[in-house]
């Protein structure tokens, strides 16, 4: 069964089960999702089809040629190996149960420029006695090469990137607000877009938000 899906974060709270432990959720908004586009093994080499969120956006020429089969708006796409779906179909929560299992994957907070202690989770040095070690990375190499070699962890730019979560519970679904609760926390800031899929099917391509 087809089980993909392109999604809103709204927040997290907490939810309580039957014995009254506490569940924290994340709130996810399902809006219209629509087939954009059909990908086959003869003329693109590969099965997939790509997935729109309609959204009601002001669209480029380019892309108003690209939907005017699907005749929707939208700017934010996903392909997904599916088969048997047709172009301009829809898709909506009906397609997940309580208790699914899936895949969620967003781009996470941006952490600005951190230090190796924040961003790497390095020891700290003495505070006392005279050291001035206290937050510093250390070595960075030997003497030999006389360079940085690649790959050190050093400091830089944390966060702002795709975060792929798996086997993350459906624990209810609103299908009158149309809003999804997942278990645990899902990468990515308020409002930002996430995309669902189910854990039998491979995700293809990255994000396309233009």
């Known amino acids: 069964m087809v ?3 392109i999604v809103k974060k709204i927040g997290m709270t907490r939810v ?9 959720v994340t709130l996810v908004e399902a809006k219209k999702n629509v087939v954009t586009q059909i990908k086959t093994q003869d003329k693109d080499g590969y099965m997939a089809v790509q997935v729109g ?12 040629g690209h939907l005017a089969k699907s005749k929707i708006k939208s700017r934010t796409f996903k392909e997904f190996a599916i088969d048997g779906l047709e172009l301009g179909q829809s898709l909506d929560l009906s397609q997940f149960e309580v208790g699914d299992k899936i895949f ?4 996470s907070k ?5 230090g190796t202690v924040k961003r790497h989770h390095f020891n700290t040095g003495p505070r006392t006695h005279g050291s001035d070690n206290y937050r510093r990375p250390g070595s960075i ?12 962890r050093m400091a830089g730019h944390m966060g702002h990137e795709q975060v792929t979560r798996k086997n993350i519970v459906i624990v209810d679904i609103d299908a009158e607000n149309s809003i ?12 930002s877009t996430v995309y669902l899929w189910s854990d039998n099917m491979v995700e293809l391509a990255g994000e396309t938000n233009e």
């Not at 969120?53 to 108003?64: M, R």
């Not at 969620?104 to 781009?107: E, K, L, N, V």
């Not at 941006?110 to 951190?114: H, L, N, P, R």
């Not at 190499?141 to 050190?152: F, L, S």
């Open 110 to 114: 941006g952490k600005g420029f951190a």
């Open 180 to 191: 999804l609760m997942l278990k645990g926390a899902v990468p990515g800031p308020n409002k």
């Open 3 to 5: 089980k993909a899906l």
């Open 141 to 152: 190499g030997a003497t030999g090469p006389q360079r940085v070699i690649k790959g050190i």
């Open 16 to 24: 309580f089960d039957q014995k009254g432990m506490v569940i924290p």
């Open 104 to 107: 969620a994957q967003s781009i």
């Open 53 to 64: 969120l309609v959204e009601e956006k002001k669209i480029n020429k380019p892309l108003t």
